[in-house]
T-cell receptor, first 113, second 117 residues
Framework: AQKVTQAQTEISVVEKEDVTLDCVYE???????LFWYKQPPSGELVFLIR??????QNEISGRYSWNFQKSTSSFNFTITASQVVDSAVYFC??????????FGDGTTLTVKP | EAGVAQSPRYKIIEKRQSVAFWCNPI?????LYWYQQILGQGPKLLIQFQNNGVVDDSQLPKDRFSAERLKGVDSTLKIQPAKLEDSAVYLC???????????????FGEGSRLTVL
């Protein structure tokens, strides 16, 4: 069985601060995929990034960066110079090769002006 | 590209009544999912279809929930009879399929918010 844990329920920062959202996962599969999704107040979850279990390269996309460490089963997400528009609930998810996704309970990020 | 369409957006019913939600996935997406998202929690998978066949319905409360995906395109999720604890947002998602590097990448609809009184 798969499990995803997002220990931070809520985070509040002031605009322009950097913030890291933690994600720890459990799986017995050797092939799996890790994801981050953003859920703004409108409710629709939006895909941000996918990593497969064989690719531990970190990735940067603009102000977003992701750190995948297989040794600690973690897939953390950092927002640099946060903005008010980054306020949302962020979900980490793990998918099997069969396409079944397990989500964490989310981290609510509030960025104050 | 049109996104995943869901209806209705909101539904309020009394307990023991029935309700149905509809989902139309992105054109060409073979896999369709229904998730239940209770306030403050992450989405929980109810059922996964591959074309018109069920891949995983292990977490679907089959005594009251049913889902179908006739013709392998749109899908309907039904709850009958509803309980108070069914109050949640029901999310439909679709993806390209089970194989390859896009496994698990989900495209979500806006959800259907159910309130059971």
């Amino acid at each position: 069985a798969q499990k995803v844990t997002q220990a931070q329920t809520e985070i509040s920062v002031v605009e322009k601060e950097d913030v890291t959202l933690d994600c720890v996962y459990e799986t017995r599969d050797t092939t799996y995929y890790l994801f981050w999704y953003k859920q703004p107040p409108s409710g629709e979850l939006v895909f941000l990034i996918r990593r497969n279990s064989f690719d531990e390269q970190n990735e940067i996309s603009g102000r977003y960066s992701w750190n995948f460490q297989k040794s600690t089963s973690s897939f953390n997400f950092t927002i640099t110079a946060s903005q008010v528009v980054d306020s949302a609930v962020y979900f980490c998810a793990l998918a099997t090769n069969a396409g079944k996704s397990t989500f964490g309970d989310g981290t609510t990020l509030t960025v104050k002006p | 590209e049109a996104g995943v369409a869901q209806s209705p957006r909101y539904k309020i019913i009394e307990k023991r009544q029935s309700v149905a939600f509809w989902c139309n996935p992105i054109s060409g997406h073979a896999t369709l999912y229904w998730y239940q998202q209770i306030l403050g929690q992450g989405p929980k998978l109810l059922i996964q279809f591959q074309n018109n066949g069920v891949v995983d319905d292990s977490q679907l409360p089959k005594d009251r929930f049913s889902a179908e995906r006739l013709k392998g395109v749109d899908s309907t999720l039904k709850i009958q009879p509803a309980k108070l604890e069914d109050s949640a947002v029901y999310l439909c998602a679709s993806s390209w399929g089970l194989a390859g590097g896009r496994a698990g990448e989900l495209f979500f609809g806006e959800g259907s918010r159910l309130t059971v009184l």
